[in-house]
């Protein structure tokens, strides 16, 4: 059963517009989210991390929100760039970080 | 330049053949990690390591093998490859575990015939 799940495997959002990508998580120990992009035949690369103590975190134009009780956060991308179009993954830590999983990614694609 | 370096990045073997994929970094970080993605799965933690001879099983340790003799290496064994192993592989390292930015490789695809 996955612990990490984001339930839409694919977005298609035009250029400009505000892309919202979707995480769910079902182990309340978790305390640490993090997100990452993934280009074709690259290595997954960080995004932006939000700590449990907080429920907003900000990095130009990347913002995520945690809403702990509901136990989901979602990625904010205002405004969107074609650069951005990538798959997105969701990961979250827990145990001092020696618990770390990731969701099975959404593929975000910004039209011109 | 930071940088985490797997190798090989391509690789076709046949069954039962044993490979070693290597991976190295450059930024002097405890903890490092091998992850399979298959599609629709994401991400699987194969191993992991917090430091120097210290590793320990991720969610699908079964056909694998890890070790951590130095602090910037962190290869991965599969000493008798099946084709269920066929799959996008990625190391990565952080300074510590999962609550800091991981830093990952290209990635090697491995197809076990």
């Known amino acids: 059963d996955q612990q990490v799940k984001q339930n839409s495997p694919s977005l298609s959002v035009q250029e400009g517009r505000i892309s919202i990508l979707n995480c769910d998580y079902t182990?309340?120990?978790?305390?640490?989210f993090l997100w990452y992009k993934k280009y074709p035949a690259e290595g997954p690369t960080f995004l932006i991390s939000?700590?449990?103590?907080?429920d907003k975190n900000e990095d130009g134009r990347f913002t995520v929100f945690l809403n702990k009780s509901a136990k989901h956060l979602s990625l904010h991308i205002v405004p969107s760039q074609p650069g951005d179009s990538a798959v997105y993954f969701c990961?979250?830590?827990?145990?001092?970080?020696?618990?770390?999983?990731f969701g099975p990614g959404t593929r975000l694609s910004v039209l011109p | 330049e930071a940088q985490v370096t797997q190798n090989p990045r391509y690789l076709i073997t046949v069954t039962g053949k044993k490979l070693t994929v290597t991976c190295s970094q450059n930024?002097?970080?405890?903890?490092m990690s091998w992850y399979r993605q298959d599609p629709g799965l994401g991400l699987r933690q194969i191993y992991y390591?917090?430091?120097?001879?210290?590793?320990d099983k991720g969610d699908v340790p079964e056909g694998y093998k890890v070790s951590r003799k130095e602090k910037r290496n962190f290869p991965l064994i599969l000493e008798s490859p099946s084709p269920n192993q066929t799959s996008l592989y990625f190391c990565?390292?952080?300074?510590?575990?999962?609550?800091?930015?991981?830093?990952f490789g290209q990635g090697t695809r491995l197809t076990v015939v």
């Open positions: 990565a390292s952080s300074v510590r575990g999962g609550d800091t930015e991981a830093f």
């Open positions: 182990n309340s120990m978790f305390d640490y």
């Open positions: 939000i700590s449990s103590i907080k």
């Open positions: 990961a979250a830590s827990g145990n001092y970080g020696q618990n770390f999983v």
């Open positions: 930024m002097n970080h405890e903890y």
């Open positions: 390591s917090m430091n120097v001879e210290v590793t």
